[in-house]
């Protein structure tokens, strides 16, 4: 503007009154230039359009960030010494300021937020029934007096029959255990602690397998130098010790289920498989496949072979991954059985063997009830045929916790027992992510190491396991409902296939939601532990008491005897 206006001499320049005459004159004056015959026809019809144009844009700007609140109107630039005493001028929040700033951007939607391809397919797997259940009983469990209609929870293999034992304990030592006394004291739980477990939580007990030295046990006589009993201890007793476990060959994490993944993690990649015989844990799916990518091939097991595994079908299936290219890493089997409660023996434990280094594989040997069996057949741990012969140690694993044989699930302590130096070295890097908190380690190194404790648990908790079997396994019978037999474990594999409205999982699945639903049982189906006969179900009777039986069976009778009137 200042341009324009220099090219009038004084005398000729236009006189303006105060306030926005001024405004409206400057804007006019390009207009002289048609009249006068300077500047021509195009100068000054784009000049006036523009900054009328500009105007019009100020203004319209200037309204809109005036709202809301409507603040008094700007004055003109050149009208700032103009100031009008009574009116206050608004200054806006810095918050509403942002508000106002954010609203003048472009209304551009930039789409969802990016989430990964693997939350996304954790999240679009859905809930299985087996979560279904537990989520039900969560939110209306079943208490004889507080709520006695609600949800009886049989679909949890948590044991309950010895929680008094480990309660009387833990209310008389729970204090000295975790603080260790004078010579621990506060930094042994508040500071850092080793990922993978505290040494003293990995060592045997010396009392009764002499002292270790070298990866040797070295009988000693007289008073030992050491008094620890931990988990290779435990681990001892609990398969009546015929194992001497190495404590330099355990990682600990923070629960089985971490154990799983670990060693799923360490023995294969993304898009490799395990072989599982079925029926399995229901959980096991989500331990190996969510964060690794690994792969699951349920192996059918038969009602008319008891459920127990088939060499014959471990081979078919792996034939046909490999025609179908996938490469299998490994089988994971479980022993006790979960959810049939059966043992392998000797000579299944010989054959399995023979198969993974044939097919120059690993195993994976869940034996998380190595220590809860109650029949009278022999548990055998698979460390003890690898100890006994010359067999290729670096492919056997062994998976244990105990959160089962103890009745800790809530300490979440896992254990991987492996030969092989490579995994153990991994293993041991990967518990960073699933290391046991230094109090409750320190608990239960005091808690392992009373002796007396540990042999009154195993021997009580075995006595209750035995006798709660026996009585839920009767008061099924007496409804019709057969079990398979089971020397270990929380559970009866019953066979309900003669309530289900029509032979497939789909009417297995009905009666499973009449169980639930109207009965108030939670169980768990066998689809969802991969069993392909429809009609099987587990029941975990290590969740009740004696007073619960009656209660259970009284429900399940008035969902049989709907099925039958309705068949």
């Known amino acids: 503007m200042t341009r324009i206006r220099t090219r009038f001499d004084d005398d000729r320049r236009p006189t303006t009154g105060g306030g926005g005459g001024g405004t409206a004159m400057r804007v006019i004056v390009p207009l002289q230039g048609v009249v006068q015959g300077r500047g021509g026809l195009v100068l000054g019809s784009v000049i006036p359009c523009a900054l009328f144009y500009f105007l019009q844009l100020y203004l319209k700007r200037h309204r809109s960030s005036s709202n809301p609140p409507t603040p008094p109107?700007?004055?003109?630039?050149?009208?700032?010494?103009?100031?009008?005493?009574?009116?206050?001028?608004?200054?806006?929040?810095?918050?509403?300021?942002?508000?106002?700033?954010?609203?003048?951007?472009?209304p551009r939607n930039p789409g969802p937020v990016y989430v990964s391809g693997r939350a996304n397919s954790v999240v679009r797997g859905g809930e299985?029934?087996?979560?279904?259940?537990?989520?039900?009983?969560?939110?209306?469990?079943?208490?004889?007096?507080?709520?006695p209609g609600g949800v009886i929870q049989l679909g949890l293999d948590e044991n309950k029959l010895a929680l008094d034992l480990v309660r009387d304990w833990l209310m008389e030592n729970a204090k000295d255990a975790i603080l260790g006394g004078e010579e621990l004291g506060i930094s042994g739980i508040a500071c850092y602690q080793p990922f993978d477990g505290l040494m003293e939580l990995k060592l045997m007990d010396l009392v009764n397998f002499g002292f270790y030295q070298?990866?040797?046990?070295?009988?000693?006589?007289?008073?030992?130098?050491?008094?620890?009993?931990?988990?290779?201890?435990?681990?001892?007793?609990?398969?009546?010790?015929?194992?001497t476990y190495n404590p330099s060959q355990i990682v600990l994490t923070a629960g089985a289920t971490s154990a799983i993944e670990i060693l799923s993690f360490c023995l294969a990649d993304s898009g490799n498989a395990f072989l599982v015989p079925a029926p399995y844990y229901p959980g096991?799916?989500?331990?190996?496949?969510?964060?690794?990518?690994?792969?699951?091939?349920?192996?059918?097991?038969?009602?008319?072979?008891?459920?127990?595994?088939?060499?014959?079908?471990?081979?078919?299936?792996?034939?046909?991954?490999?025609?179908?290219?996938?490469?299998?890493?490994?089988?994971?089997?479980?022993?006790?059985?979960?959810?049939?409660?059966?043992?392998?023996?000797?000579?299944?434990?010989?054959?399995?063997?023979d198969f993974v280094r044939e097919k120059n594989i690993h195993i994976i040997s869940n034996e998380?009830?190595?220590g809860s069996t109650y029949g009278n057949e022999e548990f055998v741990s698979i460390a003890e045929i690898v100890d006994?012969?010359?067999?290729?140690?670096?492919?056997?694993?062994?998976?244990?916790?105990?959160?089962?044989?103890?009745?800790?699930?809530?300490?979440?302590?896992?254990?991987?027992?492996?030969?092989?130096?490579n995994v153990l070295t991994?293993?041991?890097?990967?518990?960073?992510?699933?290391?046991?908190?230094?109090?409750?380690?320190?608990?239960?190194?005091?808690?392992?190491?009373?002796?007396?404790?540990?042999?009154?648990?195993?021997?009580?908790?075995?006595?209750?396991?035995?006798?709660?079997?026996?009585?839920?396994?009767?008061?099924?019978?007496?409804?019709?409902?057969?079990c398979t037999k089971s020397n270990g474990g929380f559970y009866c594999w019953a066979d309900l296939s003669g309530l289900i409205r029509s032979y497939s999982e789909k009417g297995e699945l009905e009666l499973w939601d009449r169980l639930l639903n109207v009965g108030k049982v939670n169980?768990?189906?066998?689809?969802?532990?991969?069993?392909?006969?429809?009609?099987?179900?587990?029941?975990?009777?290590?969740?009740?008491?004696?007073?619960?039986?009656?209660?259970?069976?009284?429900?399940?009778?008035?969902?049989?005897?709907?099925?039958?009137?309705?068949?």
């Open 73 to 106: 109107p700007s004055p003109d630039p050149e009208s700032d010494h103009h100031h009008h005493p009574g009116v206050e001028v608004t200054v806006l929040p810095r918050s509403l300021s942002r508000y106002l700033s954010r609203s003048h951007l472009s």
């Open 128 to 147: 299985p029934p087996y979560y279904v259940g537990l989520r039900k009983v969560a939110e209306d469990p079943y208490d004889e007096l507080g709520n």
């Open 214 to 243: 070298n990866g040797k046990v070295l009988e000693k006589s007289g008073k030992c130098f050491l008094d620890l009993q931990a988990v290779a201890g435990f681990m001892s007793k609990a398969v009546g010790n015929s194992v």
């Open 284 to 353: 096991l799916d989500r331990d190996v496949k969510w964060r690794t990518g690994v792969e699951i091939m349920p192996v059918p097991c038969r009602s008319a072979d008891k459920f127990n595994i088939s060499i014959s079908a471990l081979d078919r299936a792996f034939n046909q991954a490999k025609k179908r290219g996938v490469k299998v890493r490994g089988i994971i089997i479980s022993n006790p059985s979960n959810p049939g409660g059966g043992l392998l023996t000797r000579d299944s434990l010989y054959n399995l063997l």
């Open 368 to 370: 998380l009830f190595a």
């Open 388 to 421: 006994l012969e010359d067999l290729d140690q670096n492919r056997v694993h062994i998976v244990y916790g105990l959160s089962k044989d103890l009745s800790l699930p809530g300490f979440r302590v896992g254990a991987i027992y492996s030969f092989n130096q």
């Open 426 to 482: 991994a293993a041991k890097r990967l518990t960073r992510f699933s290391s046991i908190s230094a109090p409750s380690q320190r608990l239960l190194i005091s808690m392992l190491s009373d002796t007396k404790f540990i042999h009154k648990f195993i021997e009580i908790n075995r006595e209750r396991l035995r006798g709660m079997y026996l009585k839920f396994v009767t008061g099924l019978k007496q409804l019709g409902i057969e």
């Open 523 to 567: 169980v768990t189906p066998g689809s969802s532990c991969h069993c392909i006969e429809p009609g099987w179900f587990r029941f975990c009777f290590t969740t009740l008491t004696e007073k619960d039986i009656p209660v259970v069976m009284a429900r399940i009778r008035s969902i049989s005897e709907s099925c039958k009137s309705h068949s």
